[in-house]
């Protein structure tokens, strides 16, 4: 099982790498380059050009959905991401999870992220890896670590995770694997538009015993908004979530999941204030 995870994490992150031959003058630059976080679902390291702090506000609406925060309705979430020195990025988030039935529940997670190729340059290819620590709902204990892919210049953003995690819960996986890429081209001016998409519980491809229910595949719109001279930034994204194999062992209700128990349909927004 290792070997097919490293696989998949070479699949999505090579492509990445081969678009690192186009160079651009670095007297370009503009504030789109200084924002902390383009994309929704696909975590980066900081942009040499974004390196200092920021404030990101996140939420979402779902119908048959579990959202980062793990609820089927709202979804709000409050996130601090900074740099730390030596190509070291700090994530700290916290999230409320105000469910249909009246519930409310908190979660809590810190990553520490760091670029191991480039990152000395705002444009071009940047791998790095990270580790991170999750308490869920629940009060479960999650250990997680990711590999990032990100490629950045004037017209293009390109970023790729996968995404490992531990659960210490006899009744949860013994190994998670989520991924997910987003592609963002200029349309005009400040605003980005592409594609992101995320696989969730990929496990489930080979297992049938998978504890989470199955993996599934969101594939959506997204977009991206930097006012000129301004701090703030703005990202949309969202579409329908497919079970792209189902397991046959019920899914644990708790697990904190991007992506449904069952066929739905999400929309999550990003604002992102530089401090």
């Excluded at 970023?159 to 592609?183: L, Y």
Aim: with cysteine; hydrophobic share 40%; glycine share 12%.
């Amino acid at each position: 099982m290792i070997t097919k995870i490293y696989l998949l994490a070479l699949v999505l992150i090579l492509p990445i790498g081969a678009l690192n031959a186009q160079t651009i003058n670095p007297q370009q630059f503009n504030t789109t380059m200084a924002q902390p976080q383009p994309f929704l679902f696909t975590i980066s390291t900081l942009n040499p050009s974004a390196r200092g702090w920021s404030l990101n506000y996140s939420g979402g609406y779902g119908e048959h959905t579990v959202t980062p925060l793990g609820y089927d309705g709202v979804d709000q979430n409050i996130a601090v991401k900074g740099y730390l020195g030596n190509k070291f990025t700090l994530l700290t988030s916290i999230g409320v999870g105000l469910a249909n039935n009246g519930s409310i529940n908190s979660i809590e997670q810190a990553e520490v992220l760091r670029d191991f190729i480039g990152g000395n340059s705002s444009t071009g290819l940047r791998i790095g890896a990270s580790l991170g620590f999750r308490r869920e709902f629940n009060n479960d204990k999650v250990a997680l670590s990711r590999l990032t892919a990100t490629y950045e210049d004037l017209s293009w953003r390109l970023g790729a995770n996968v995404r490992f995690e531990k659960a210490f819960d006899v009744d949860r996986d013994a190994f998670d694997v989520i991924s997910s890429v987003g592609i963002h081209h200029q349309l005009a001016g400040q605003l980005y538009g592409g594609v992101e998409a995320v696989g969730q519980d990929l496990e489930g491809f080979w297992e049938t015993d998978e504890a989470e229910g199955g993996a599934r595949v969101l594939v959506g719109p997204s977009l991206n908004y930097v006012p000129v001279a301004s701090r703030f930034s703005f990202t949309l994204c969202g579409g329908p979530i497919i079970y792209a194999t189902h397991s046959v062992l019920a899914p644990n209700e708790y697990a904190v999941r991007e992506l449904p128990l069952s066929n739905g349909f999400t929309m999550k927004f990003n604002v992102g204030f530089r401090l």
